[in-house]
């Protein structure tokens, strides 16, 4: 036995000298433009300058990210499939599905957490309301007649919806897409009234005046948006929300292997170039060791689970 375990250790140290000697595949389980397809695209870009070989972005959206994250997990555990995930699919899904296609520990190996942003609550022009304070009074005001967009059930845009509503007791409905994109889409086409908003996709259209920032959800403003204030100042007391990003591979993925891509992970998010676009984007880099990632999906689980609960959320 011990003989077949050094055999395997020096079989999976020889294959990580080697790797990689091919094309690998990045999965973005959304849909393309939206944060984690940026995110997605940056960091692989980067990743084929560091790896010397090509890395190609696939994205498989849809179900709030489990079928991209069920495709990820089929696929053999070799180091050439590689999957952006967040905490809104690690922790939230948990609370929303009665059935997950896959099971995050018993089906990946965590590689590094690489970035972590709040968001920011939008509305369209046409809502007569120019603080949270107005759009809580506007909600009470008009029960079940005001609507919020979000990338999907699950999504942290859609939980942080729910956590409004419950935080401050209005009734707004949920309309869920496949993906922010789309629902920052149709905001600024006036068919949903406001979305908890990654900033990626909202930037564009805070800053051309399409969509009104009232508040970040935050503890602290944030650098993109100084003037904005957080819920919190805003009148929403202990309001905070925000995702965080990481990459994983298929579970028995070779140690060697998830060391290699962690320290090139770790080596991308310091880079200065990469640092003032994640500053652009409105994101914090982030670096971990491999294990963090699921010693962080645990330990937010009992506040989402809290949250969900609260908002009376059952999974479905």
């Given at each position: 036995m011990l003989r077949f375990l050094a055999i395997f250790v020096l079989a999976g140290s020889a294959y990580a000298q080697t790797y990689p000697s091919r094309p690998i595949k990045f999965v973005a389980p959304f849909p393309p433009g939206g944060?984690?397809?940026?995110?997605?695209?940056?960091?692989?870009?980067?990743?084929?300058?560091?790896?010397?070989?090509?890395?190609?972005?696939?994205?498989?959206?849809?179900?709030?990210?489990?079928?991209?994250?069920?495709?990820a997990a089929k696929q053999p555990p070799d180091g050439y499939t590689i999957v952006i995930t967040s905490s809104s699919t690690l922790v939230n899904n948990r609370y929303l599905y009665k059935h997950?296609?896959?099971?995050?520990?018993?089906?990946?190996?965590?590689?590094s957490m690489v970035a972590s942003a709040g968001q920011v609550l939008v509305v369209h022009p046409s809502v007569p309301a120019t603080s949270v304070r107005e759009l809580i009074a506007l909600a009470r005001a008009q029960p079940g007649k005001l609507n919020f967009g979000s990338g999907g059930k699950?999504?942290?845009?859609?939980?942080?919806?729910?956590?409004?509503?419950?935080?401050?007791g209005i009734d707004i409905v949920h309309v869920?897409?496949?993906?922010?994109?789309?629902?920052?889409?149709?905001?600024?086409?006036?068919?949903?009234?406001?979305v908890f908003s990654d900033m990626v996709p909202a930037m564009p259209h805070i800053r051309a005046g399409r969509l009104r920032a009232l508040a970040v959800t935050t503890r602290e403003r944030t650098a993109v948006l100084p003037d904005v204030p957080t819920m919190?100042?805003?009148?929403?007391?202990?309001?905070?929300?925000?995702?965080?990003?990481?990459?994983?591979?298929?579970?028995?993925?070779?140690?060697?292997?998830?060391?290699?891509?962690?320290?090139?992970?770790?080596?991308?998010?310091?880079?200065?170039?990469?640092?003032?676009k994640y500053a652009n984007l409105g994101v914090s880099p982030e670096h971990s060791t491999p294990g963090y990632v699921f010693e962080r999906m645990k330990a937010e689980a009992p506040r989402i689970a809290s949250a969900m609960k609260a908002a009376g959320v059952e999974p479905e």
């Open positions: 944060s984690s397809d940026v995110l997605c695209r940056l960091l692989g870009a980067k990743l084929a300058e560091g790896l010397g070989q090509p890395v190609a972005v696939e994205n498989r959206p849809g179900a709030s990210a489990n079928i991209g994250h069920e495709y997950l296609p896959f099971d995050a520990i018993a089906d990946f190996s965590p590689i699950g999504i942290q845009s859609h939980v942080s919806g729910e956590m409004f509503k419950g935080a401050v869920p897409y496949k993906g922010t994109v789309q629902a920052v889409s149709d905001l600024v086409a006036g068919q949903v009234q406001m919190i100042e805003a009148g929403v007391p202990d309001y905070e929300s925000g995702v965080w990003w990481a990459v994983l591979s298929p579970n028995g993925t070779p140690e060697p292997i998830v060391g290699r891509l962690n320290a090139e992970l770790g080596r991308i998010v310091n880079l200065p170039d990469v640092r003032e």
